[in-house]
């Protein structure tokens, strides 16, 4: 059981910026992958961006520039660096961590959530 821990999330203008930070209690070097998915009021889960046990990145279009993922695995931490923020970038946002599973496959562990409200 991996237990994943967000924060810093808040209040931000238009075109300011926040730093989310994830802390996992499992290593973060066993996960096939980590990321941040975010959900706005009135939709669904979506993938903001990733990073792979190899540091391979992807990020949603509309956040390619502006958003950067990384990871401190000496930390067991995954941040998500937010620039240039939108409105349309309000949502929750969740930390995401797929680990390899006892028998075979993968399992999926999830954050809470941190809210992300751009608004003023």
């Known amino acids: 059981q991996v237990q994943l821990v967000e924060s810093g999330g808040g209040l931000v203008q238009p075109g300011g910026s926040l730093r989310l930070s994830c802390t996992a209690s499992?290593?973060?070097?066993?996960?096939?992958?980590m990321g941040w998915y975010r959900q706005a009021p009135g939709k669904a889960r979506e993938l903001v961006a990733t990073?792979?046990?190899?540091?391979?990145?992807n990020y949603k279009d509309s956040v390619k520039g502006r958003f950067a993922i990384s990871r401190d695995s000496a930390k067991n931490a995954v941040y998500l660096q937010m620039n240039n923020l939108k409105r349309e970038d309000t949502a929750v946002y969740y930390c995401?961590?797929?680990?390899?599973?006892?028998?075979?496959?993968?399992?999926?562990?999830w954050g809470r959530g941190t809210l992300v409200t751009v608004s003023g």
């Open positions: 995401n961590g797929n680990f390899p599973a006892v028998r075979g496959g993968s399992t999926d562990y």
């Open positions: 499992g290593a973060i070097n066993n996960a096939y992958s």
């Open positions: 990073v792979t046990s190899t540091g391979t990145t």
